[in-house]
């Protein structure tokens, strides 16, 4: 294909808010134009290479023995109602009215919609266990869409969802879809390790994401360089350091005048952060909650929230904190009464803690769990954080950054008692499937595959996702010698099965190579009197620059080998 | 595959209120589930034959040089009110808001969108012409959804846009994308015929249908069997019988007592009812509008919207007909004035004609337009039907019933000056594009696929849109000579690259042949103790009924011929 003919345009620079490389890339190469926030258009240079991408993931998901099918994206309310999602999403979630005054969501994701059509389709045991996926639009109002492709309000997903009649078939079913899951990552060229994460307000058990690490990623990933445990900072496990041991003492009060931080008030009581008790003040779906944990750990919002069973946990306005009499910087759960207080482990375990007494400028010694103070309930809600002692071997953990680029869950049985998604077994008994699910988003892979394969001049395309095999650069178009090695060319890449991109436009090599670079296809071949006189085309690799002066054919063989030999090392 | 991995659910009898046999076939074959009105979820076997038809569908496009985009579903408002269609489009579009209270529009068509992008994508002339097309799901909030299929509020459209120069190389444009469009149609197995439609309230020039004519379909197709006219019932044109000669006599008031209609008032008067004039009433977008009429003529309601520009017409409500003091029954626009009377070119052009007195049971004879009373605008709205005179050639119209296809619109600059869609033209002048718009619906392809190709036994899949190459019937699996009869059959078919889909369910030979007839692939091969007896394998097609006794690979050779054959005239 021509170049003039695909309306490729190019950018020098990209708008100043870009701050991805990927997203500045999608704008320079011209691959998306932007709508609306989170909204984007594909340019045929773009779209091509989401079509790749879809082409993989239909390979690797047939493959693996899932079932494409396809559902609405305007979902009845009454489903969401009906599994109590329709709270639970918040804004997030886009919400019309028909000509009838019919409410509707637009699914931001399909579990209520596969349980539906699978309490339809699935009857008996022998129809287990199957999973369905489909390729299809999610619509989600994030409150902030970023990063160009990266987290978007309208986007393509791959989601699929497992049904099996127990949790060890479930663990099968859950295992073929991350092996596919690693096969399409490798395919697209996008290095991604696999991390616990955390199970949210759905319930269910085992659930891991899989990130891609770049320093450009919001999320936060914990890992151990010893045994290699990985999790997101939601879900990761540490061990907390000791306690400092010691027989309960008499509780006494202390004047710390102007001392409100932990740090202050250790250093004016000489002690360290970990013999401090410190008091968090949220409210969880509304209603108060003091939480209460040791002075030198932070408070993991997304456990406290599972602990709680709660939808939403959010800091305690200050109108509250007034109203209930609450002392920053002098709290703590002596004394505190009509308000359940949520305790850390550590706050639990830790002997002789310095608290708050519960009016300004004054602190206690020695306050004990048990017997100063009482929690309502204990659970682990304390955040991991660089340092802190892997779980599993002890050693110091390491933190990363990285972007989510897949998701795989046993959900269990909880959407399918909830939709109705039963089946009979061997015994003519009716037992609710047991479910898993699992999704990619398409076009943030495509965002991870240029933050993962570029350089400073632009787009290193994986071959399986190049919008094109070659980029030809034609110089002195319109001489008989540089056509007919043109023609030549483009008919024995023709019969090896390659594609290319060709730039015959009336602009200077110079314009036209950084082009090559920026598009980023695997191999560019110039034609051009020069090369001629050396004694054929020049090929170059756009990853190592490497460049040879072949003929036209030997050119197309030579492209189609080093094609097949990536491809073959990338499956 | 196996049937039972499928997820395949065969229903004897459809639910009552599928009247359509596509609708019937969709739910007995299994292929659908309803989600509410107008919304479908897809199985597996279902999701297939679209896909093939997307597939057919991507390679017709490809061929006539089109290039593939993807646009939003989600649409800034503002972008519909600059094309001034957001009140146009009334009740069927889809609205809502985001979280921050921005209105957004479920794109029901992408015209507006697609502008955007070619605005930003088209400089200069060197770009034209170009035509970008999406596969990409529209939102209508349609006031019936019908017909399974036929109608829905979410489906899949493939929609193209054409930018050029001028109306000539549109013209090249509207001929790429209608011949790809009598390919793409021709694949599926649906006969069409292309008919001239209106162009609606949008403008332009060249619009045309593809239609399937069935006895099922919800439009009204006039045909010529004389030089082979075909226009739907909204765009037809005709020669209205000839009016009664005569000079114009003096006008005379007459008692017509209980005499309303046409009918009654002609046979009273001894007249034929050509030489009547009827007056009918109606709001165009909430104002009153007096129509006049021959008798023997009835209103086409797209022809008197468009006439006056209007976005809707509808019959006036009696509260007005009183206000205005009409009298239903004997309504004329003599003496009428303070409402505009738009007048059929019949009512101006027939002398001496029988209209109503406007007051009841009085007529009045010889009424003539120009002397008696004034149009104020005078347009050709009368509705074509059977019988009616073909303009061309004169022979009767003929009528037939019909289901839209596609649709093939030569749009012109309208939408290029309302979204800005400009180039530069050779002289560095600055001018719009001249654009046009094809759409197909793909779910109602699906549909007319069936319609145009079932049985009272169930489907007859085209090969190239058949969700598999052959049904394998298995009777007797277990014992050996069938386990090893088929495993033949299924090496031999991988190597000819078809696929089956085997039953070997534990049903009776009788429930797996019906459901094979109803679900319908090309080509049904029995492996059975009986057929093995006569020597191999049996082979049925499933439109003649023919029937063969071949070995496995034999059988293979056979259906391979027979797809390749079939595919290749229906190329």
């Not at 900072?233 to 000791?242: L, M, N, R, S, Y």
């Not at 020695?366 to 309930?377: C, K």
């Not at 920026?518 to 170059?540: D, F, H, I, K, Q």
């Amino acid at each position: 294909m021509r170049i003039r003919q695909l309306l490729v345009k190019t950018l020098r620079e990209a708008p100043a808010e870009a701050e991805l490389p990927s997203h500045r890339l999608l704008l320079r190469a011209g691959l998306v134009v932007p709508l609306a926030a989170g909204l984007y258009c594909f340019t045929p240079l773009g779209w091509r290479v989401v079509r790749s991408i879809e082409r993989i993931i239909r390979e690797e998901m047939n493959r693996s023995g899932a079932l494409e099918v396809h559902l609405p994206a305007l979902h009845p309310i009454e489903l969401w109602e009906q599994s109590g999602r329709a709270a639970l999403m918040g804004q997030t979630l886009f919400r019309l009215f028909d000509r009838k005054e019919r409410e509707f969501a637009l699914g931001p994701t399909h579990e209520e919609v596969i349980s539906y059509l699978a309490s339809r389709a699935i009857q008996s045991y022998r129809d287990l266990p199957v999973t369905l996926y489909q390729i299809q639009t999610k619509f989600r109002d994030e409150p902030r869409p970023r990063g160009g492709l990266i987290r978007l309000r309208e986007f393509t997903m791959k989601d699929a969802y497992s049904f099996d009649t127990g949790w060890d078939t479930l663990d099968a079913s859950y295992d073929a879809a991350f092996a596919a899951y690693q096969r399409i990552f490798r395919r697209a060229g996008v290095p991604v390790i696999p991390v616990a994460a955390d199970s949210g307000a759905i319930g269910g058990k085992d659930s891991q994401e899989f990130v891609f690490l770049t320093e450009s990623g919001e999320d936060t990933i914990l890992l151990c360089p010893g045994c290699g445990y990985a999790a997101n900072a939601e879900k990761a496990e540490f061990v907390p350091a000791p306690a400092v041991p010691g027989e309960p003492a008499p509780m006494e009060r202390v004047h710390t005048p102007g001392r409100r931080t932990i740090a202050e008030v250790a250093e004016f009581l000489g002690v360290e952060p970990r013999q401090t008790l410190k008091a968090v003040f949220y409210k969880a779906d509304g209603k108060p909650v003091f939480v209460a944990i040791r002075g030198d750990l932070e408070v993991n919002e997304v456990k406290l929230k599972n602990a709680l069973g709660a939808r939403e946990v959010e800091p305690m306005d200050e109108a509250t904190v007034r109203e209930l009499g609450l002392v920053a910087g002098s709290a703590s759960p002596v004394g505190v009464s009509g308000i359940p207080v949520i305790a850390d482990r550590s706050a639990v375990d830790s002997p002789n803690l310095v608290g708050g007494a519960n009016e300004p400028d004054y602190h206690l010694r020695n306050v004990n769990h048990g017997r100063d103070w009482q929690a309502t309930l204990v659970a682990e809600i304390a955040l991991a954080r660089t340092g802190d002692a892997c779980r599993t071997c002890g050693q110091a953990l390491e933190t990363r950054r990285g972007i989510e680029m897949g998701h795989v869950f046993k959900l269990g049985t909880l959407y399918a008692e909830k939709m109705g998604v039963y089946y009979l077994d061997e015994h003519g008994e009716r037992r609710p499937c047991v479910m898993g699910c699992y999704g990619i988003g398409v076009e943030r892979l495509l965002a991870a595959i240029i933050e993962a394969n570029h350089d400073a001049d632009g787009i290193r395309w994986p071959w399986e996702v190049s919008p094109f095999d070659v980029h030809v650069v034609v110089i002195g178009a319109g001489e008989a010698a540089v056509d007919a090695a043109l023609s030549e060319l483009e008919q024995a890449l023709q019969r090896s099965g390659l594609e290319p991109l060709i730039d015959d436009r009336d602009e200077s090599p110079g314009i036209k190579f950084k082009d090559a670079d920026l598009l980023g296809m695997p191999m560019r071949v110039t034609v051009s009197p020069r090369a001629l006189e050396r004694g054929g085309v020049e090929v170059r690799d756009r990853a190592t620059g490497e460049t040879r002066v072949l003929s036209p054919a030997d050119a197309a063989a030579a492209i189609a080998a080093a094609r097949s030999k990536a491809i073959e090392a990338g499956r």
